[in-house]
């Protein structure tokens, strides 16, 4: 599993068990609390609902000014009450890219939970101090006419990125465009790129 | 047992460093790679949640890991890690009662959570589930920066819990907006109040912040609270 997987403390499993124990026993953890976390998030929210605002701002112009303005006015139109989240747009002239440098900071409302990726040192370390080259090496090249603007989530606001619209996708609307904006391009280490076909 | 940290300026302030090697992303991930990882999810929201502690806390009890173990475990290890170390500390979890659930399962793996159960369930309301996001606060007095205003970050090193990033620290910047008025960190992980200032998006160029080493048409926009500015120039 490589270093994302260090080494996972043979005693870890015995360790949550007897914690989550405890805490069953004295009411403080729910018991359909586990099996809530797993649903919430395995199911219910994923980077579909930031897909959706990007979806819907590239349709409209009125949401996208929304979006970058007043972003909970923005996800509100979406059901989502979520007061905290920033949106930065991508142009010619910038490139966004979010990270948190001091723990792992990231739009869990709107992308879900974070990559592992996010959440390492290799990525938390060089996102602020060389992003043009680990773009590089994780497969984005930017133009180096266009700024590098780097978010680093220091505090409770959060951080997600409107990427540019390709050109290949004229004419398609708001349903046809999600499968398109990935979790990687609103956290800006990728350009949205044609969605993989489905497997059959 | 590792020595832990106290907290100071930590392993856990990544910025700048170098030497991790390249970035690993795994084709397909699962959001859990176990079932232990939900747990521990569930289980820092649920203490979250009941009020045992707050966001900045177990922030700050994560950084105290002793640095070599921050650098290998897991992400979930680490907050199995911040959450038991706050319910001890907070009397909310007994040490011995803990080792003897330990050595319960450790000698049963595969025993359910609930079989060491003597009594039937207590019954709670439901946890708050905003705990972690209920920080802005009315504004007390005007923020002392608009956007444009050169700032320069304090040179500290405090010996506590601080969202001022090392590799930003004595740094000039310009303030880019004003994002209302948060429960400060600092104070907040201490138990010394919420103490709500202005927190501010502020934008340094990167070679401010990394000298003749900065890629070139960089910046860099950090949120940060007002008591961590001077005025610039």
């Known amino acids: ?200 | 047992m590792e020595v832990e940290s106290p907290g100071m300026d930590g392993v856990h302030d990544l910025g700048g460093m170098q030497g991790f090697g390249p970035v690993e992303r795994e084709e397909n991930e699962p959001v859990f790679h176990a079932a232990w990882e939900a747990a521990v999810l569930a289980m820092q929201r649920a203490g979250g949640g009941r009020g045992l502690y707050n966001i900045d806390e177990f922030r700050h009890s994560i950084e105290r890991m002793a640095p070599a173990h921050y650098l290998r475990a897991t992400y979930y290890e680490k907050w199995l890690d911040g959450v038991t170390r706050l319910l001890l500390e907070k009397g909310v979890v007994d040490a011995g009662e803990l080792a003897a659930r330990r050595a319960f399962f450790e000698a049963r793996p595969d025993a359910p959570a609930t079989e060491p159960l003597t009594a039937p369930l207590p019954a709670r309301p439901p946890a708050n589930a905003r705990w972690a996001q209920d920080v802005i606060r009315e504004a007390a007095t005007a923020p002392r920066f608009a956007p444009g205003d050169p700032v320069r970050t304090r040179e500290m090193h405090p010996h506590g819990h601080t969202r001022l990033p090392r590799y930003a620290r004595g740094k000039r910047g310009v303030i880019h907006r004003c994002h209302g008025i948060h429960v400060f960190p600092d104070s907040h992980a201490h138990g010394a109040g919420e103490q709500p200032q202005p927190l501010y998006s502020v934008r340094f160029d990167a070679r401010e912040l990394w000298g003749e080493s900065a890629e070139p048409n960089q910046v860099v926009h950090i949120d940060l609270w007002e008591s961590y500015l001077l005025p610039g120039r």
Do not use: F
């Open chain 1, 1 to 200: 599993m490589g270093k994302n997987h260090p080494n996972v403390d043979p005693y870890v499993v015995s360790r949550v068990r007897a914690l989550e124990s405890l805490l069953l026993e004295k009411g403080i953890l729910a018991p359909d609390a586990v099996d809530r976390v797993i649903q919430r998030y395995e199911s219910d929210t994923g980077p579909m609902v930031g897909a959706r605002a990007v979806a819907r701002a590239w349709t409209d112009p009125a949401y996208k000014r929304l979006l970058l303005d007043d972003p909970r006015a923005a996800l509100a139109r979406l059901d989502l009450d979520y007061a905290m989240l920033m949106v930065v747009e991508n142009t010619d002239a910038v490139h966004n890219l979010v990270v948190c440098t001091l723990c792992s900071c990231y739009p869990w409302p709107v992308l879900g939970l974070p990559p592992t990726w996010y959440k390492m040192p290799a990525y938390r370390s060089r996102a602020v101090s060389e992003p043009r080259a680990l773009l590089h090496e994780m497969g984005l090249a930017v133009d180096p006419r266009r700024e590098i603007r780097v978010w680093d989530s220091s505090a409770e606001m959060r951080y997600m990125v409107l990427p540019q619209r390709p050109a290949a996708t004229a004419g398609l609307g708001e349903a046809e465009l999600i499968p398109w904006i990935t979790r990687d391009a609103l956290i800006g280490v990728a350009e949205v790129r044609p969605p993989a076909p489905v497997a059959r």
